[in-house]
């Protein structure tokens, strides 16, 4: 950790929290956010309000040490995506955990990474607003060792880019990646004729610019099955290889080291094994972008995970022992007006919905010290902004006032519904806090 | 506006926004929140970030005119829904605007309602929280000009609420409204025979506790076809009316003014004309609710407003000059990948989607100083976490780099997407700027 990145977050640990964050105790006196951790606090023994978001540090440290398993397993890097989390905090503790860099979408996201004194940032995305591009330059010419990456997949993009680099002078040209797309998909070029338009408008920029690899984001393809979707994530990996392997042999990447880049939170071991052995004519290194692993889910990423154990490419041992669910919203049941309908206190402003409803995972009586595990047949069939439907059967076992705990399906669009979101041990005292900064 | 209120607004406005802030110019310099109006920012100018938020200003005055001329017309109150917005400073200007109180969903919502000065708040939820009911008890006994209602549906609650109001000793009762609800719909008593067991359980927990009237939540009533849905909520209205009918009967509520509330954004106008002159034997106070007309929107509640035009509820010159959208997210296109498909900077974290996807109102040539409505066959087909997917003819006149205008369906949940959002005059100069507390 450089003094940029352990000066900004002492501040950050010394900032005040009070009760307009979200899940912080309703009118209690503030507490610097490094202090959260000391206040002896215990979700079950009522000290929190509800909703309140929650990260289990027992999974988070798993999960952690998990993937830094399977890259080095793989040989390969990871640059984390940050736009997951957001968590300056969780970006350091990645940082420390092995992650080769921090992987964001937007300007924002990159100036929070820098803040936070993040030195090496992947910006999965086209540099397109002009007061970003004269930001990353500033930065560049600023701080000799920021190392940024950014995605180009038109020609006019390149020239727009070339143009405010020289104009620039930072002395040392802006990195860029080749996106390379799907058609019908997202961004990136869909050919290799598209793609060498877009290496000669590069080549045409320098020194202003330079290609330093290629990129590609698996993680938008479906399929009609999980097998049908692993093909054809394998057949856009092998076209982003195939990318690189003539960008190699063109000479349109600068002197040093070439990246290939791809990986979301579904299909990374798929592009650790197409790329790790890969036929490039020539060293690359592989740096996949996972951000779900870290909180895992209850839903999407619980699934996929199955998939991957199918596959076979993480090693049994890692297979066997995958990531776990960090994430959970607890909520209070504030009504039963028909047996087995209870509505929480938690709607579409506290919880995921845009892949999947929240999961009941876990129960709490009023007044009791544990949680048990959530009863099968139980079910959130619909939110609200500010309300939760759960459908059980008659008997149910909650009742007014109870404790009812979710888990998420895709964490990304949890994360940005909480500003503050606390460390639990298993027992859920309060072990700390982290911030977001969406 | 009292003294709590301006002295809470000053603090907010000498609080300093800096370039966390989503919107936020990237890298400059922090500006007090009431000073962003004097910076002499346009957005067209290309002073401001993307994607970025704006509320314009000539839209929210006329909205908060009409409002207030259509409740005066129909001799009812209106109370709106705080939760839309979560902007202390909207909630003053509504107040200025006539408003009788400000409505909250949860005890974070009501907390910040208080720290700026609201003193009438209906909570149009359980308050279930025991922290949340501590909390309410000790305001009441602190400020005896706050004056709170929160909803009941069971006698369960009741209980609970009078146990916690009785140990607390405040010297005057907790006020709380009867909540009426529909089969197979949210919370709410479905019955008579229900409400009937709710209020006796009020009247067991006397002088704790007051039943001050009832309420009801008919937004979440679909039908058919609008005359259906109509229909259903002029029924439903016309039940939570002989609730108060009966109540007034049986003396379930205390001497003094009783009050009736229902009425989200797209029903408000069948409430009042079911309630202005009801027949309740007994003078009633009619609340309205909505929250959704200030800012209005280009989606959901535009499509609504067409039925309140037909209804005929609000006068001719109402319906003829109703409410406009005030709230647009700005972007940028990046990549256009594929002929007429364009990427703009825009995702699930910065716009709505829950109700349907944002509407492309406008266009702008990268470097052109005024905007273009945008042409018909543009339409927005799919949002991933930072990306918009943006679909129009073959022949589309956006290029990489120019600026493409959103307008939201439910603005709810575009407004918790953003901390920060600027208001503009119609040629998009910045003239302030408000916060929001989610």
């Known amino acids: 950790m450089d003094r940029t990145a352990s000066t900004a977050l002492a501040s950050l640990d010394a900032s005040l929290i009070d009760d307009t964050f979200k899940g912080f105790p309703t009118a209690a006196q503030p507490v610097k956010l490094g202090e959260i951790g000391k206040q002896g606090w215990n979700l079950l023994k009522g000290d929190l309000p509800f909703p309140v978001a929650v990260l289990k540090t027992s999974a988070i440290d798993h999960n952690s ?25 969780l970006f350091q503790r990645q940082l420390a955990d092995g ?47 920021f190392e940024f990456y950014c995605l180009v997949d038109s020609p006019a993009a390149v020239q727009r880019l070339a143009e405010i680099a020289k104009t620039a002078n930072v002395g040392r040209p802006l990195r860029l990646l080749l996106e390379g797309g799907i058609a019908g998909g997202r961004t990136g070029c869909r050919t290799m004729e598209q793609a060498a338009a877009v290496a000669k408008a590069v080549l045409a920029g320098a020194p202003h610019v330079i290609l330093r690899g290629v990129e590609g984001f698996e993680g938008i393809i479906d399929g009609a099955s999980p097998e049908d979707r692993a093909a054809k994530v394998r057949a856009f990996v092998d076209f982003l290889g195939s990318i690189a392997k003539r960008g190699i042999a063109e000479n349109w990447f600068g002197a040093g080291e070439i990246i290939a880049t791809a990986g979301g939170s579904a299909e990374f071991d798929i592009v650790a094994d197409a790329w790790r052995n890969g036929d490039f004519g020539a060293p690359v290194k592989v740096v996949l972008r996972s951000g779900c692993y870290l909180t895992h889910d209850s839903g999407l990423y619980e699934n996929r995970f199955h998939d991957i154990q199918k596959r076979g490419i993480a090693s049994t041992a890692l297979a066997n022992n995958g990531p776990k669910a960090a994430l959970e919203v607890w909520t209070l049941v504030q009504s039963i007006p028909e047996p087995g309908l209870a509505f929480v206190t938690m709607g579409k402003r506290d919880v995921s919905f845009d892949v999947s409803l929240p999961v009941p995972i876990a129960w709490s009586p009023a007044g009791a010290a544990s949680a048990e595990p959530m009863p099968k047949g139980n079910a959130v069939i619909k939110l609200n902004d500010q309300h939760g439907y759960l459908k059980g059967p008659a008997d149910a076992p909650w009742k007014v006032g109870d404790r009812v705990a979710f888990g998420v399906s895709h964490p990304c669009t949890t994360f940005d519904r909480w500003q503050l979101i606390y460390l639990v041990d298993d027992a859920y005292n309060v072990t700390g806090a982290i911030r977001t900064f969406f």
Chains 1, 2 share one sequence.
């Open 65 to 89: 040490r998990w993937m830094d398993r399977f890259r080095k397993e793989q040989g390969v890097e990871l640059c984390p995506h940050g736009k997951t989390t957001m968590s300056p905090q």
């Open 99 to 145: 992650a080769w860099g921090i992987t964001v979408a937007t300007t924002q996201q990159l100036r929070i990474s820098r803040v936070y004194g993040v030195s090496r940032v992947i910006m999965a995305n086209q540099l397109i607003d002009p007061q970003g591009i004269r930001y990353v330059l500033a930065e560049m010419k600023r701080d000799p060792n």
